[in-house]
């Protein structure tokens, strides 16, 4: 098959496009055939070793954990799928090594999610991290509806999810970004409030008791989190681990099935969209990780295998 490999840490140079063996496919295991993966700055921070203290890693690796595609074949004892089935997948394994940026991809069943209707292949392969990660972290801090909750970074990949998801709660939503932005968001269903100084006191103008949850999704808004949130208030960071020191819950994704169905279940209920900023085919991949390492895209970075 063919796939993007690097064989030693780097910049996206280092990214080769060439034959790699098929997947073994074990028990309880799919192999699918991809449609589309999408990029995330994990991606290259993995690539670059900045993840090495913390990441068991394989060379030659192929990176990508976001997959979109069609099951090919299924292993032993593998029940819930049959081939031809079309699925989604926060593909992330226990080391870095077959991943996404491939024709081909082998997972465990439990990862995986049947691809939601209303989204085309692009925009389904955008979903499985950023998508997880927001439904996730608002899942965890209980969100209610009726209840208002302020998400740093809303015009980013995780955070235009959860404005949407937390909207489809029956939330009130308040959203950080730039002012170029700020239709981006209303369209999403959030307030939006610019970041930067002054924080604290534009969002307490709109909230002057306070907001019952915040989930920082780009870090660095600690002490503003703190200022605006309620005396029974909840907060999580997915980029700052000192708010484990102020009460609140320090997260990453994990690779759960069955919370990507009711997410993918959200999305066909709710028409929820993922907004696909770029597509490159596979061979241009380093052309994609450039592009994502810019942080100036609104949206997902797809790579498309057909």
Known sequence: MKAITYST???PDVLEYGEQPLPKVGPGMVLVKIKAASVNPVDW?????????VMDLQFPAIPGWDVAGVVESVGIDSRQFTPGDEVISYGRKDYVHGGSFAEYIALPERVLARKPETLDWNESAGLPLAGLTAYQVLNRLGLKAGETVLIHGGSGGVGSLGIQ?????GAKVIATASEKNHDFLRSLGAEPVAYG???ADRVRALR???VDVVADFVGGNLEATLAVLADSGRHASIADSDVEQHGGEWMWVSPVGADLQKLADLVDSEKIQVEVAEVFP???AADAFRSNMEGHTRGKIILAMD
Do not use: F, Q
């Open 9 to 11: 840490y780097g910049n």
């Open 45 to 53: 921070k993995i690539m670059s070793g900045g993840l090495d203290a």
């Open 165 to 169: 998801i937390a909207a489809a709660l």
């Open 197 to 199: 100084d002054g924080l």
């Open 208 to 210: 002057p008791d306070g």
């Open 282 to 284: 596979l061979e241009k």
